[in-house]
């Protein structure tokens, strides 16, 4: 990864205008990977300039759209921490897109045409094969009235496009640099379906003008889209915003994001047991030159967010990275942000124990399994048999446990030292057999921690219970 270059907030450039966002999705299911890192982007942009962040419903897709969806990406963005300043409903607004789309109609800039989807891809194979661009004809746009008459006699609905500038579009991206289209090689768009429906493009552009969008973050696969959407824009008097395209993510190996990643949902990581600031971390510097590193909150991806370190190489996600950075998180978080979730998880074992876990973490279910070592039930390990032998010598140089002299951070080293001397056992063949009668397990935090968490009595039984019990051979 590369090193971190963070710059100071001040020398972030000022947009000219006053920084409002929107985060456009179509409730059309959860939230995967891909909307989350634009919504994180937007947010982030938002929190760095002291702007708006809107949450819009891309609702107009009535039969696709639904309630339960609204709800679960509110529910992901909530799970993230990603506060939105207002919320808005696209289908809400179908008035004001009906009043564009008369005035669009009567302007003769949304014109009828009638072909089915069957004749458009004919034409479009037609022209493929003379060598062809498959732009639309403009085939609706030459129909005199009575043709147009004769059509609807036929029981044709129209469908409406937008007629294009055959101009040079042109934008600054904030990511992808000077970016530019002709309109002459590009299709008139269709604005409005058959059944008066609309697609996505008008009230897209009509909102963005209404709600004083500065910015317009999103995928590049919506560069097209801006092509049009800025030519519309113009058309309806509004001002563009200014675009940022980020690249799309790919799997490790650098194809397109599998179906299974892709498809990732917010749900599945959170049923994963991730950290929400494990997955903002990764995804708010992936694809920037920026450390992918942990951070203890969103405050300080704010901090270090800077929209010009987004390059346009398309950025690796692995899950094996998630799982890094959510070990990370755990390892920092301190015991005030754990302790609500331990309470959760009946784990609360104080600060003491906490600090002694959290560095072996991967997953905050796991402090679950730590507490019931430290303070429950475990089936303690006996490596090998000749151990046995050594674990009862244990047990008789354990430390006393008065309140005069308690278990502290000491006893352990003061016990193996003790043992050391006694059995000339060292390194891994002193600590391995405590370890495994100990903790019922071959790895975790550092048994100086543990012990005096456990206290004389759990202890002295795990070891008499190992030294004892041959089906606790490993
Ligand atoms: N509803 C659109 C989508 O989810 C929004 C795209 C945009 O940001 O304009 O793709």
């Given amino acids: 990864m590369p090193p971190a270059s963070v710059r100071p907030a001040s020398v972030r450039p000022a947009p000219v205008r006053p920084v409002r966002v929107r985060f456009a999705p179509s409730p059309t299911g959860r939230l995967h990977v891909g909307n989350v890192r634009t919504a994180l982007v937007n947010w982030l942009f938002a929190r760095a300039y002291g702007g708006s962040f809107l949450l819009r419903f891309d609702d107009t897709d009535a039969e696709r759209s639904r309630p339960e969806y609204v709800e679960a990406i509110r529910a992901d963005l909530r799970w993230l921490g990603l506060a939105w300043d207002e919320e808005a409903f696209q289908s809400a607004r179908a008035a004001r897109h009906a009043e ?3 005035s669009l109609k009567a302007d003769g800039r949304l014109y009828a045409c009638y072909e ?4 458009l891809e004919y034409k479009r194979r037609r022209q493929r094969a003379r060598g062809l661009p498959p732009i639309y004809d ?3 746009l030459a129909l005199s009235d009575d043709e147009r008459a004769s059509l609807e006699a036929e029981g044709r ?3 409406w496009r937008l007629k294009l500038d055959h101009a040079d579009i042109r934008w600054d991206d904030l990511v992808r640099g000077p970016c530019h289209y002709d309109a002459a090689h590009l299709s008139d768009p269709v604005l409005v379906r058959e059944d008066g429906t609309l697609l996505y493009t008008l009230p897209s552009v009509v909102d963005d003008i209404d709600m004083g969008i500065s910015h317009v973050i999103r995928g590049e696969d919506h560069v097209v889209n801006t092509a049009v959407q800025i030519q519309l824009c113009r058309v309806l008097g509004g001002t563009p915003p200014t675009f940022a395209h980020l690249s799309l993510m790919t799997d490790a190996g650098g194809g397109g994001l599998s179906k299974r990643l892709g498809s990732l ?3 599945d990581l959170r049923d994963e047991g991730l950290e929400p600031l494990a997955v903002s971390a990764l995804l708010a510097r992936l694809g920037t030159s920026d450390d992918i ?6 405050d300080a991806l704010v901090a270090g967010f800077d929209l010009s370190h987004f390059g346009r190489a398309a950025p690796k996600f692995d899950p094996a990275d998630l799982s890094r950075l959510n070990a990370r998180v755990l390892h920092g978080m301190p015991y005030e942000t754990a302790r609500p979730r331990l309470t959760a998880l009946k784990a609360d074992g104080g600060a003491a124990f906490w600090d002694a876990v959290r560095g072996n973490l991967e997953r905050f279910a796991d402090a679950a399994e730590w507490h019931a070592v430290a303070f429950g039930d475990i089936v303690p390990r006996l490596g090998a048999p000749e151990d046995a032998g050594f674990l ?4 008789e140089a354990l430390p006393e446990e008065t309140p005069d002299a308690p278990w502290d951070g000491q006893t352990w080293a003061a ?15 002193l600590f391995m057999p405590l370890r495994l009668a100990l903790t019922g397990q071959a790895k975790g935090p550092e048994m100086a921690a543990l012990l005096p968490l456990m206290g004389r009595a759990r202890a002295a039984d795990r070891l008499r219970r190992a030294a004892a019990d041959p089906s606790s051979l490993a």
């Fill in 392 to 395: 009862r010598t244990a047990l």
């Fill in 100 to 102: 564009v789309v008369a």
């Fill in 293 to 298: 590193q942990a951070v203890e909150s969103l």
């Fill in 138 to 140: 403009r085939a609706g």
């Fill in 157 to 159: 609905r129209p469908h």
């Fill in 265 to 267: 949902s917010v749900g």
């Fill in 116 to 119: 089915t989807p069957d004749e």
């Fill in 415 to 429: 016990w193996t030292g003790a043992l050391k001397a006694a059995t000339g056992r060292k390194g891994k063949g």
